[in-house]
């Protein structure tokens, strides 16, 4: 059971963060590798991409109104299946993206911030704060999101107003040198990260209330985090180039470096760093929230937040273990596009038709 309810407000906060997490700082370097100089193209494609999958989820939810991702799927399916669904959904998919995101916090700040300090001891002090967050539960979360917000976005816009003067728009030149094909190749993985992953908010939306103000704030946060993941990818490149952004895994964090406003403000990487780290605190948090209260669900628990240490102590070794070294991002990005469609679009499209088929029957049934 889940007594905790969110506002619109609140909903919106956590999808923008949500889907900034760890991608404004990956996938700019990803998506530049893949487009060159179209790759602040496929960004902003990427994001009307991202929006057509929020209108897919939120009408999931308009047909279902107050039942989460399992509910739904048990009245799609059946109970038992429905259950099955969920479960290989949860394990398959939504707990990949807890995993992927520690590990891209760990390889920050190894990389970057911190190279002396094991990975393994970064992975379990911030999983102690994570566990802590989430045992209070969704309210709490919320509001330190709305807090945090604040922050993160004030970070954000003194990056990019100090940043224009070292921008060279020559290196977004020439568009559509190689025809349509690296745009779409760069912008693939841009909708796999991260816009697969708010298929994760088909549980959360029915914990918003009031019901009717839902879909806008979700919408609306998806479309901010995408445009600041996009905007940082059109930064990257017209600042850092195609050459030296694709050299960098951590390009927007370079972007720091590259900051000097009047030989006194210069060198302010961690102000990105902060951006970055506020929103993965908060999608991590949120996605072992989530994965709770859905396994609560599935397995009819009294307390979802029972699961949510064993959830945590179960990512420290699956983080090191499934993603031994960084090299494995070159294959995650190859192959999670394709395998996160399944559950991001392919689930998702079949849940609808399914219901819709079986409202009309409900329908032709009264009208009879």
Known sequence: MVPERISGKQLFVCSCLYTVGSAIIYIPHTVIVMAKHDAWISSFLAVAAGLLLSFLYISIHRLYPGLTLIQILESTFGTWAGKI?????????????????????????????????????????????????????????ARTAE??????????????????????FAHLLPIGENGWKPIVGGMVPNVGFPFFEVFIFTILLALVYPQQKSAKPFV??????????????????????????????????ILG???????????????????????????????????????????????YRLLTLPLCLLLLPLSITIMPNIGYWNVIFDVWPFYGSIFAILLPVTTLLIGLIKGRNKTAQKGV
């Open 220 to 253: 609306g946060g998806v479309f901010l985090g995408g445009m600041m993941v996009a905007v940082a990818t059109l930064y990257s490149l017209a600042v850092l180039g195609v050459e030296y952004s694709s050299s960098k895994l951590y390009a927007p964090y």
């Open 257 to 303: 470096t590259e900051i000097n406003f009047g030989d006194v403000i210069q060198r302010i990487e961690v102000v990105i760093g902060g951006i970055w780290f506020i929103s993965i605190y908060i999608k991590i948090c949120l996605v072992i929230l989530l994965i709770a209260i859905g396994l609560g669900e599935i397995f009819n628990l009294k307390d």
């Open 85 to 141: 669904v969920g479960l290989f959904t949860i394990v398959g998919f939504f707990y990949l993206i807890a995993i992927m995101a520690l590990r891209d916090l760990g390889d920050l700040m190894v990389i970057e911030v911190m190279p002396e300090t094991p990975q393994l001891i970064i992975h379990f002090v911030f999983l102690i704060v994570i566990a802590y967050s989430v045992k209070h539960g969704l309210e709490v979360i």
């Open 147 to 168: 807090i945090l917000f604040p922050f993160s976005i004030g970070l954000y816009l003194i990056t990019i107003i100090l940043l224009p003067t070292k921008m060279d």
